[in-house]
């Protein structure tokens, strides 16, 4: 979507090892007003599905999810990266390889807050091997809730994680797909 491209195109800068810098805006300092027309966005898409919960990664995911709950009226549930111990066998555990730290987290996420009876929207701030995403699909699998859509805000469209969730059926919204991206220059997917 325009917006978040032209955000990008102001802001965003292209570090080494495939790292958009987005910390102005998105996931360090936030700009709300940014973040509500994400939120907005993901609403009008996938308004009409039934959406009980949306689900995220802590910590960049949240602030999206957050904005994108106020216009479904529905609450967020994040997965944890810190360590919780799993005595009871009362969480659902994933393991995430962490594109930007390198290493493997485990996330967890209570099962009271996750069901059968949910119908999940995931949103996150980025998507580029689909690690991230994997593992949340992984914990809705767990709790036999229903996955409707997918909203990202910045896909990373040269790596594979965005297209295999679409050749898999995903319904997959990202607000802006970076197909090319170096220090001359930031190259868009054509909106489909
Ligand atoms: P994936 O799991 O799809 O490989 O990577 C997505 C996760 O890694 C996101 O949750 C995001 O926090 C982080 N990430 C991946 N690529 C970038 C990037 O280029 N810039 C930033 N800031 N975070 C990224």
């Avoid at 996150?124 to 995403?133: E, P």
Wanted: charged content about 25%; overall charge negative.
């Amino acid at each position: 979507m325009k917006f978040m491209e032209d955000r990008i195109l102001k802001d965003g800068q292209v570090r080494p090892g495939n790292i958009l810098k987005v910390d102005s805006f998105l996931n360090h300092q936030l700009d709300i007003t940014l973040l509500n027309e994400v939120g907005k966005a993901f609403y009008e898409r996938f308004k009409d599905k039934g959406v009980t919960k949306i689900l995220t990664v802590e910590a960049s995911g949240i602030a999206i999810a957050c904005m994108t709950a106020n216009y479904f009226g529905t609450p967020v549930v994040f997965a944890k990266k810190s360590k919780s111990r799993n005595l009871d066998g009362d969480l659902y555990t994933s393991v995430v390889h962490s594109f930007t730290y390198g290493i493997d987290n485990t996330v967890t996420l209570s099962k009271k807050f996750l069901g059968a009876d949910d119908k999940v929207l995931i949103v996150d701030d980025f998507l580029a091997n689909g690690k991230a995403v994997n593992g949340l699909l992984d914990i809705c699998r767990q709790a036999g809730a229903e996955v409707v859509g997918i909203g990202i805000a910045i896909e990373k469209g040269f790596q594979r994680g965005g297209d295999d969730l679409r050749e898999r059926g995903y319904d997959l919204l990202s607000l802006a797909v970076v197909d090319e991206m170096s220090d001359t220059g930031i190259v868009f997917r054509k909106e489909a």
